[in-house]
């Protein structure tokens, strides 16, 4: 049974347009995340959400708006987008978000052209 | 082997010699640390965590050491095999008052491990 499981797995789109990543958890979690890897393997956290509420927000451009529908799902969804925002993206969710590890779903490879 | 994390980004081994990984961390506050292995082309995994009142914990092939006195974590892989190959990142949870923290990952490492 996968734990954290993303869709899509590859996403290429032009510049402009918006699109959205769906993350879904069947862990039980309460805590759900959304981290950007770069070319360069650099994981950065983007945002954070527990129960459902924001609780994190990294220096993130408004462009992206994650969106937790309840405590199994946060999506994440990019305005405009631009050549920058390729990257691979992970979601993740743990219990509680101290002192605590995190599961790493698949992750989503962006490409903007 | 030995890696300095950033500094050299790349570590190659033989297969069944030991593996070590370094890594500095930012915060004197972190409480807990976390090492993930990340393979191609997936998320990364869980491997080991250790608690700031501890400076030793061993898992099954794998031990971290904490030095919080200069910042520092290694992790130990003892008889590295082929499926070891993988980039291992550190990650430190960073306190944002109360209980709520967020993990901030390191550069990570490379191993490649030579048949």
């Known amino acids: 049974d996968t734990a954290v499981s993303q869709t899509p797995k590859y996403l290429v789109t032009q510049m402009g347009n918006d699109k959205s990543i769906k993350c879904e958890q069947n862990?039980?979690?309460?805590?759900m995340y959304w981290y950007k890897q770069d070319s360069k393997k650099f994981l950065k956290i983007m945002f954070s959400?527990?129960?459902?509420?924001?609780?994190i927000n990294e220096t993130v451009p408004n462009r992206f708006s994650p969106k937790s529908p309840d405590k199994a799902h946060l999506n994440l969804h990019i305005n405009s987008l631009e050549l920058g925002d390729s990257a691979v993206y992970f979601c993740?969710?743990?219990?509680?978000?101290?002192?605590?590890?995190?599961?790493f779903g698949q992750g989503t490879r962006l490409t903007v052209v | 082997g030995e890696s300095v994390g950033l500094h050299l980004p790349t570590l190659s081994v033989q297969e069944g010699d030991n593996s070590i990984i370094n890594c500095a961390y930012s915060?004197?506050?972190?409480?807990?640390f976390i090492w993930y292995k990340q393979e191609s082309g997936k998320g990364p995994q869980f491997i080991i965590d250790?608690?700031?009142?501890?400076d030793k914990r061993q898992g099954q092939r794998v031990t971290v050491l904490l030095n919080k006195t200069v910042k520092h974590l290694s992790l130990q892989i003892a008889a590295t095999q082929p499926g070891d190959s993988a980039v291992y990142f550190c990650a430190e949870n960073i306190g944002r008052g109360g209980s709520q923290g967020n993990l901030i990952f390191g550069k990570g490492t490379k191993l490649s491990v030579k048949p």
């Open positions: 250790i608690r700031s009142n501890m």
């Open positions: 993740a969710s743990s219990h509680g978000t101290a002192n605590t590890e995190a599961f």
């Open positions: 862990l039980g979690h309460d805590t």
């Open positions: 959400y527990n129960n459902k509420e924001l609780i």
């Open positions: 915060n004197s506050a972190s409480d807990y």
